[in-house]
């Protein structure tokens, strides 16, 4: 399989990455990295993920890293990653939200 960042998923890594910049830019380097190779180990194992837990019974899972939630979702033969954020938030519900444009359907 492949995996594929949304860019509303890149634009919160990025987020992520000023954040943790303004203290050590070094260190946030580091760990977008670390989310990014986390997402990547989907490639092989798609269903490493959890059941997303605010939303039960959908098709959307996440893998943490460190204080952070990946989710994603499974599209044919693509991982899609859709969001990151912090753990203890709640899921950016907006995020979840796939543009049609990146999958058309097959009618």
Do not use: C
């Not at 910049?21 to 260190?27: E, F, G, K, S």
């Not at 194992?45 to 039960?56: D, N, S, T």
């Not at 499974?74 to 999958?103: I, M, S």
């Amino acid at each position: 399989m492949k995996v594929l960042w949304t860019d509303q998923a890149f634009e919160r890594l990025a987020e992520i990455e000023q954040y943790i910049a303004r203290d050590d830019p070094a260190t946030a380097e580091r760990f977008i990295d670390r989310l990014i190779d986390r997402s990547q180990s989907l490639a092989d194992h798609p269903g490493l993920g959890r059941i997303l837990p605010e939303l039960l019974g959908s098709e959307f899972r996440e893998l943490v890293e460190g204080n952070y939630r990946i989710v994603y979702r499974l599209q044919g033969d693509t991982v899609v990653v859709l969001t990151v954020f912090e753990g203890h938030r709640r899921p950016p519900l907006d995020d979840l939200v796939l543009d049609d444009r990146l999958f058309p359907s097959s009618d």
